[in-house]
């Protein structure tokens, strides 16, 4: 029998029983979308904090405390921040020419409150070149200056949740909050920068470093952002850094990063979330690969009479098991691409909410690996099929 | 005239000893081309262990079954098969066609596994359902047709490859006296047409209507007689 005939008389058996077909590609469909969904938001997440890093450009070197490694033996910092700003100081005065800037950054969580209502929010503090570096602009009101910077003006500029939450429909800017007790006055509202990974990027409030320095009475900073000339420059301006940081610091305080490894290690580790996510929706396509088994095993039984009738007409025990395994296929193929369009719809519903991308390999791996769960959950009640005794069958009642 | 079937000291025995038991105990017989042959029996006597046999769905123990000189007895799954789907033809008690499925495409199942394309086969079912008097059911769904032309469509499904031997397992068994002998009708036909039936009964009178009853009982024959006309 040749494989055009095989695959009509699947359609046929499986278009005969089109509820229990629908109900058995059911398990297929769901695991298939929750695998392209939650790929989705995975590399939504991935591409977002790429295209962060990015935005910062590759003349870009980070300066984080402690001894950060990725990889097998990796793991958050240990050792206690020795990050201070004396030793931002001494970097400013012994600078070559190959940087251009020296940025540090405080990050803190900390409570905002104006009047009755109150959130805990991010409070970033760093210098007014941050702005520009990282392509983010005020949507109402401006950013802070360099002069509020040199002066300490308790100013803020907040994200949209923030100012949504603090103000509800009144206009923020003008207005006072309090941040940690300490009242700061709103000159701008940013843009909406959406949500990554179900972390709000629009919770923020940014307040020039001096200020911040004040706010939080520490004498240390989160990270360093180095700009150099060039990204031809990195390398030099990596190995003076390193020289100025040990005359102070141990070699376990301080990692060294260019925007290129920074990168890199950063994608590695969220492709391994976003592989993680894809695993655990797999298990939910196994188990639609059981339920195929099931109902196949079920319509052996049901066609015993058909099959023996078949055999008794000239099929042998090969067309019996292509035809039965061709149906699974069939079934769990066609619950993929269901699965898949409604994982992309629910995925672009979603990325109202949380950015999402749909990578074009999650497409064949969810395509490939439910016409996989076909053949090895049809194989088992396909080649009972084949094996079925006619005269037996044909008696069947 | 050459023989078609020859059946040579044949045995089957169901089961380990000492629980054995022989359905077909040493049968021998012949069987020439365009015969009509009812084997007759009560049940239990081993009559559909051998019509299975001569219908290669099952091997024997024992003894030797040539169809048209070929042994057979020994063949494979495969093999047998291929015999099944170009030599023999099978018409049984309770029809057999497949549920949900037309007339054409019923009649059409034995041509499927021959590779015959699809016009060709088209072509063959209608000629057959004609000329089984079912001209116009041919989209009908066993469910919508009558017990008597239900085993007509199978009549025609059993022709459709041209078949060396056609065999009747309880063909009217299922059918009221009519149908019954409308059936008969249609097999006499068919036998003066050149092709050879070997027909399994256990009812006396449509055993007359054949030329040559073979009566088996316990797994032996006792009995091999012509009819008179």
Known sequence: MDIFETFRLAQEAIYANKLRSALTALGIIIGVAAIILLISIGSGLQSYVSAQFAKLGSNSIFIIPGKVQFGPQGGPPRSVNKLSFDIVNKLEREKSSDIQTI???????????????????????TKTDYFAMSDIRAQSGRVFSSADDRAARKVAVIGQTLAKDLYKSQD???QKISISKKPFLVIGVLEPQGNVGGID??????????????????????????????????PQAKAQIEKILLRSLGEDDFTIMSQEQLLSSVTSILSFITIALGGIAAISLIVGGVGISNIMLVSVTERTKEIGLRKAVGARPKDILTQFLIEAIILSLTGGVIGLSLGYIGSVALSALI?????????????????????VFGVAPAFRASRLDPIVALRYE | MKSLILVKNLTKIYGQPPNETRALDGVSFEIKKGEFVAIIGPSGSGKSTLMHILGCLDHPTSGQYFLESQNVANLDENQLASIRNENIGFVFQFFNLLPRTSALKNVQLPMVYSNTPRAKRQERAIELLEAVGLKDKLKSTPAQLSGGQQQRVAIA????????????????GNLDTKSSYEIMDILKKLNKGGNTIIMITHEPDIAKLSKRVITIRDGKIISDKKNRK
Do not use: C, H
Not at chain 1, 109 to 119: E, M, Q
Not at chain 1, 211 to 229: E, F, H, P, W
């Open chain 1, 103 to 125: 940025m540090p950054f405080i990050e803190i969580s900390a409570t905002a409150s104006y009047r009755n209502s109150s959130k805990i929010t991010t409070l970033a503090a």
């Open chain 1, 172 to 174: 923020p800017i003008g």
């Open chain 1, 201 to 234: 990027v629009d919770n923020q409030v940014l307040v020039p470093l001096s200020a911040g320095r004040v706010l939080t009475g520490a004498n240390q900073v989160n990270s360093i952002l180095v700009k150099t000339t060039s990204t031809e420059s990195i």
């Open chain 1, 355 to 375: 950015k999402t991308t749909i990578p074009l390999w999650s497409v064949f791996l969810a395509l490939g690996f439910s016409s996989a769960v076909g053949i």
């Open chain 2, 157 to 172: 499904r059993a022709l459709v490859n041209n078949p060396l031997i056609i065999f009747a397992d309880e063909p009217t």
